[in-house]
C-alpha cells in the first residue's frame, strides 16, 4: 500500500510570498495532520483535518491555513512568508479523527516539504 | 500545557553497549510514541504505548510507560551502527494534539 506522499519535496521562497504543501494520505485514511520541525522550537503540532473539517489546531499565527478535499487530499498555505517559516514540515495521516479515541492510534508520516524562506 | 522532556539530548555510545533514553512528561497523557528520524528524514513510528505498564519490544529497542511516574523510556541493547538516529517522544494530552519531546539524537561508534 503506497505510503503517505508530499509535494513539493523542496521548495525556496522570498520573505511575503505565499506557499500551498500537499499532502495525499495512505488510501483509505481520513485524517491528515500537519506538523512544523525546526531546529529552534522542534516538531510543532499545526493542524488536523478530518472529513474536509478543521478538527483541531496548534498555536501558529493565521497566516497558516489548511484545508482537506473530499478524497482526504490537504493542502496547507502559509501567506506572507517570514525566515522563521524555514522548516520542514510533515503531514501524517491516520484512520480516523484524531489519535486519542479508540478508532486510530497511530499516524503515518510523509517524507515532508523542506521550505527555505530567504 | 503538557510538556515533554527527553534526556539526554545527545548520546554517543559504543557498538555493543546498552542504555537509556528517557521522557517525562508533566500532565495526563492518554498514550505515548517513539518515533526515529534519519537525518533529512520523515518520522518512523517504533512503538505506541497505550496503558500503564505496557512494554514493547522490537529487535534492540524496547519501550515501556508508567502513567504514575509520568515517565516512558526507550532502552537499547548490544547498540548497533544502524541505529544512529534521532529519537522522539511524544505524549497525547486530552486535547489530542501530539506534544513531541525536543529529541535524543543517538550516535552509535565501533
Known amino acids: 500500500k503506497a505510503g503517505v506522499t508530499q509535494t513539493p519535496r523542496y521548495l525556496i521562497k522570498t520573505r511575503g510570498q505565499q506557499v500551498t504543501l500537499s499532502c495525499s494520505p495512505i488510501?483509505?485514511?481520513?485524517?491528515v495532520s500537519w506538523y512544523q520541525q525546526t531546529p529552534g522550537q522542534g516538531l510543532q503540532f499545526l493542524f488536523e483535518y478530518f472529513s474536509e473539517t478543521q478538527r483541531n489546531k496548534g498555536n501558529f499565527p493565521g497566516r497558516f491555513s489548511g484545508r482537506q478535499f473530499s478524497n482526504s487530499r490537504s493542502e496547507m498555505n502559509v501567506s506572507t512568508l517570514e525566515l522563521g517559516d524555514s522548516a520542514l514540515y510533515l503531514c501524517a495521516s491516520s484512520l480516523g479523527p484524531g489519535l486519542a479515541g479508540g478508532l486510530a492510534y497511530e499516524q503515518y508520516f510523509g517524507p515532508g516539504t523542506r521550505l527555505t524562506v530567504t | 500545557e503538557l510538556k515533554v522532556e527527553q534526556n539526554p539530548l545527545f548520546l554517543s555510545m559504543q557498538e555493543g553497549k546498552n542504555y537509556t533514553i528517557y521522557c517525562n512528561y508533566s500532565t495526563t497523557s492518554d498514550r505515548l510514541y517513539w518515533y526515529r528520524q534519519d537525518p533529512g528524514k520523515s518520522l518512523e513510528s517504533l512503538f505506541v504505548l497505550l496503558s500503564n505498564g505496557a512494554v514493547k519490544q522490537e529487535g534492540r529497542l524496547m519501550a515501556s510507560l508508567d502513567t504514575k511516574a509520568r515517565l516512558s523510556t526507550l532502552h537499547i541493547t548490544a547498540a548497533v551502527h544502524d541505529l544512529s538516529a534521532t529519537y522522539f517522544c511524544a505524549a497525547l494530552p486530552p486535547t489530542d494534539k501530539l506534544i513531541f519531546g525536543t529529541g535524543t539524537r543517538l550516535q552509535v561508534f565501533p
Open positions: 488510501s483509505g485514511h481520513r485524517s
